[in-house]
């Protein structure tokens, strides 16, 4: 039987819509139901997902008139243009109207490209997102970011819009690899140190729980989680300000995924890592405690994620590549460090001296 | 020196923009800063405009820090994810921020690409429409709809993004050849038949002075043009409803242009004998006088528009193509007719047998 756990609405005026997140939700049919307004609908998934999952969410679309079943390789690789023509190629083929649904069942890449495509198709179809990673619950489900990478940056193509709904079923993490659910916890922990004080005091006791996997605290975590997103992106959809404190060690982490190549780091783990710096960084300028650096590091440990950049990559590399980050605005670089624990800010006067003392050997 | 003659504003709230028509509006630089943020441009135009105007454009962009040049084959075939791909390669490679800003300097294929390219490139960036040819002038450039092409269907993949500011320059019409010319004018007359007698019958008595591109006269049909589609899109933006009369001609027209694969008809050509083919319809329900289709046919042949669709076309072969239009939902076609001259209605309820009727051998 599903149970849904927890509601929360991202509260944007006609586009708000709700996130779901509880127990067997993706085989909720009358879930489902209440955000399909057609009868065709379009769902896709990847070739590890599809053989777990995409059976049960089929049976509950039920009769429809016209479902158009797409498995895409897994693989951020695939998050490209090519992949979203042959999306186009398949829906158009099957001949979806203006009235149908796209699903994407799956992580962020499938949830990224789905979205995308839904935002393109015949100018904007509805969509519904049921992620099945623990980092996209927590985070590319929320927000309306769809994107596509570009060879030369992540990200680069892509569209703001929103979901009809998101459906968080939880019993999808007990199948996640390890590795990425300790990337996915890394985007959990930024929630806190960004915005949630109370949230992050709650992580750093409660994280023998999480990492069991026990049910409630991870609905607990990913509740607390949307909803300081939901909060974030309500009050500024566009990224014209605020939002960008969301990337709390983005900027160094999209930095090593890009010096490494897409798919060696998985994404938490690069942020994970980018967040350490950003919290350095703070410590620095005299902002918050060299302790709670150190407790940082400590949590990043537990949770088995890394805690300094790769080895091949010095400070002037990382120079390089943030200046062709989408953060750089007319050639300042945004950085988003923090003031106090739950007091994100951003700064764009960090210095390449800053950086190369940040970066140097120890 | 640059006069501007017109300017009507497109009511979107916080995305309400201006539309400038005048003369020698694209060598305007004043003009052209007020709406460019940054200091980067992204200037699209194509193999025909780009000889004509793009020096006159690049003058009026001073000494800005990146200017990257765009120059698109000429041609509908090339409103294509392909061509949209290349233009990402080349504004990724020349490291364009948020902050650029993309212009359009073209006919309705290069504004939609560009438009296209403005709403994807960093999830939006800013955009200017430069419209050459009438029906850029009085269509495409107001509304923010844009698109590529799918190899199944026009403009199946695009969004709804509107631009910063649109600089209609009639001194461009002037090199415009007299068939574009006339695919033009359908569109404008198409605003009167639907939704202003007054304009229509203006039209009706000016068409001379429109034919012999007297530069009052056409500066008078295209910002009553503009203020028609920009009170219609304003109303209903994201085509909810009310914008769909702006389809009137357009469900034929589509399946004439897509019988006889792109650019063997004009958009306008094929619009003007999907209008035709309307007012027959809504004559035979007894909603307009014949009279007022035989004025009507008078005035396309005044313009040297077609009045008949292709010969090897029956009645089977619009069905066949008109069942795969956007305009379908959920199996229902939707075409536009006339209540009267300047009133157009939304009707679901043809049948196949009406479409028989209408295009069978007289």
Redesign the interface.
Known sequence: MSLIMHTLHVELGERTYPVYIGRDLLSDNKLLAQHIA??QVVLISNETIAPLYAERVRSALGDRQLITEIVLPDGEQYKS?DT??DI??RV??D?H???TTFIALGGGVVGDITGFAA??????VNFIQVPTTLLAQVDSSVGG?T?VN????K??????YQPQAVLIDINTLQTLPAREFSAGLAEVVKYGLISDEPFYRWLQEHMPRLLAREEAALAEAIERSCANKAQVVAEDE??GGLRAILNLGHTFGHAIETGQGYGKWLHGEAVATGMLLALELSARRGWIEATEVEDFRTLLLDIHLPVAPPADMDAEAFLELMA?D?K???GKLRVILLKAIGSACIVDDVTDTEIRGLLAPS
Do not use: T, W
């Open positions: 057609g009868s243009l979203l023509s186009f190629d158009m083929a001949k109207s203006r009235n935002a393109c198709y015949q100018r904007g970011k994107a570009h060879p030369q940056g990200n680069m193509i892509g569209a703001f566009r990224e062709h989408k750089v605005i007319d």
